[in-house]
């Protein structure tokens, strides 16, 4: 049985946000599949204006990973990530099958994120010292924002299942220039995406000011940068990294 998953498929080298797209790309249809080996597949997925690209993927002998995946959209690349196109065969060649065990803990995720500080929620008891603590919860997760400092800044968002960390980021940021809006920081970051739940979406305007977010890894392990520019000028900037716990 084929049954690879996708935290498996984070694991491997992969674009940004490619495995969310590949299950859409997947749920319109239309991909078409044949074993020429044992575990060994050719498919052909739609793409734009009604081409296709073709995909091949060898899976291990378990079932459970793929030793090797080709794609048109990354022919010239030694090392070729895991697209979207790579994604959607998978899925299609597995029934549908991609069990995703973190989706529950994600949709918490970004449903405290939205609750506490990027909804301008209250203050919970600090934790520390002069520190800024958030906290939100719904059983089995518990979700706890803390931070010290103003206009330089660090601190760390934690979740729990049941009482056991599961996972944890990192920041550090300031403001640089003149101009910097926190309530427009707030509002971009109401705007957390779930295929990267970590702060804003890659990118967001509003008048004279403009958000953007770089992120590199995946759920499983990431690290990311964020900027606001204002008239042009970066007034703020935070670095950032996490990762699941065992």
């Known amino acids: 049985m084929l049954a690879v998953t996708l935290r498996r498929l984070e694991e491997h080298n992969h674009i940004v946000g490619d495995i969310p797209r590949g299950v859409k790309l997947y749920e319109r249809g239309g991909i078409e599949f044949t074993e020429f080996e044992p575990n060994y597949f050719v498919g052909r997925v739609p793409h734009k204006n009604g081409t296709t690209k073709t995909v091949s993927v060898t899976f291990t002998d378990d079932g459970l990973d793929i030793e090797h995946h080709f794609c048109d959209c990354s022919r010239k690349s030694k090392n070729p990530p895991i697209c979207r196109h790579v994604v959607a065969a998978i899925l299609a060649i597995q029934g549908g099958n991609i069990d995703d065990p973190y989706k529950p803990l994600i949709d918490f995720l970004i449903r405290a ?27 089995p997760f518990a979700y706890r924002d803390t931070y010290l400092g103003g206009t330089k800044f660090a601190g760390e968002e934690a979740v729990w299942r049941n009482g056991v ?18 309530d427009f920081l707030k509002e971009a970051l109401l705007l957390v995406p779930h295929d990267i739940p970590f702060r804003g979406p890659r990118q967001y ?23 606001i520019h204002y008239n042009d000028t970066k007034v703020y900037e935070c670095a950032f990294h996490g990762s699941d716990i065992e």
Do not use: L
């Open 113 to 139: 994120k939205k609750a506490t500080y990027a909804g301008k929620g209250a203050e919970s008891t600090p934790s520390r010292p002069s520190s800024h603590d958030f906290e939100y919860a719904e059983e």
């Open 165 to 182: 960390p599961v996972w944890a980021m990192n920041y550090v940021g300031r403001v640089i220039g003149e101009g910097f809006s926190g």
């Open 205 to 227: 305007k509003n008048g004279d000011y403009t958000y953007t977010c770089t992120v590199k890894g995946g759920f499983h392990w990431v690290h990311g940068f964020e900027e």
